[in-house]
């Protein structure tokens, strides 16, 4: 099962739950979050994302779930790769899809993307109802990573693929030392700033030094019923896509 040390890392305080926590912190930080992005990543998240989306095709998923969509840079990929029949956006912040619903009508998007407040581990959808189900930087925030898995293993047709884009730590000399310090000390101080936020950014460093990353979420995903899991790292370690289809 999964670290219960993804549980104790909060945005706030060692109160209250964890998913009031990160509902309330990205719906502070929304409004400079994609700014915050693609400066702090130099635009990398951006190739991240299309190389998650790669691992599905048109053929064969045309009904997707993308969970924690935040402003809805996956969904919006999906739809340019994919031109798929439906894509929902689902996320836990209403301001983070406020966000993106203004960004949809700004692309003309928002007859084809419906974007949704709902939680990820209480899924109002049916039983395999979707081909794919997508999540990017999200499941790390799950309150019960477990429940949430579970969730989207429900909402998936059998066949159905889950793809799944998450920050992992490097494990390559000396770019993991490098990294680290950047992570740790600069990154946080932009990003808490920026966003006004004393606690968000972090957050996202404690979040992902206790999150089981590569062979241990895969293994995870397994237990949760996925199979044909697959993880691969991207930019020297500094986040993975994992994957899996339920039977």
């Known amino acids: 099962m999964a670290d219960s040390k993804t549980n104790t890392v909060k945005p706030y305080t060692s109160q209250g739950s964890k998913k009031a926590q990160v509902t309330e912190m990205f719906d502070n930080i929304a409004p400079k979050y994609d700014l915050l992005n693609r400066f702090l990543s130099l635009g990398i998240d951006t190739i991240w994302r299309k190389k998650a989306i790669n691992l599905l095709n048109a053929e064969d998923h045309k009904v997707i779930l993308d969970v924690a969509t935040g402003t809805a840079d996956v969904a919006i990929e999906i739809n340019k790769q994919l031109s798929p029949k439906s894509i929902i956006g689902m996320d836990i912040s209403s301001q983070m899809v406020s966000y993106g619903n203004k960004k949809l009508k700004k692309k003309a998007l928002d007859d084809i993307i419906k974007l949704e407040v709902g939680d990820s581990e209480q899924m109002r959808y049916d039983d395999n109802h979707f081909d794919a189900v997508t999540v990017a930087f999200g499941v790390r925030n799950f309150g019960d990573l477990n429940k949430g898995l579970a969730e989207m293993h429900r909402v998936l047709r059998p066949g159905g693929k889950t793809v799944i884009l998450e920050f992992s730590r490097p494990r390559i000399f000396p770019f ?35 999150f089981p990353d590569y062979e241990k979420f895969a ?18 370690g500094i986040c993975t896509i994992y994957s899996g289809i339920k039977q």
């Not at 293994?219 to 020297?236: A, M």
Request: no cysteine; hydrophobic share 35%.
């Open 176 to 210: 993991k030392q490098l990294f680290n310090f950047y992570f740790k000390h600069v990154l946080p101080r932009i990003g808490n700033k920026t966003s006004k936020d004393d606690n968000a950014y972090d957050y996202l460093y404690e979040s992902v030094q206790v």
């Open 219 to 236: 293994n995870i995903l397994e237990q949760q019923g996925f199979r044909s899991v697959t993880w691969k790292p991207l930019t020297l």
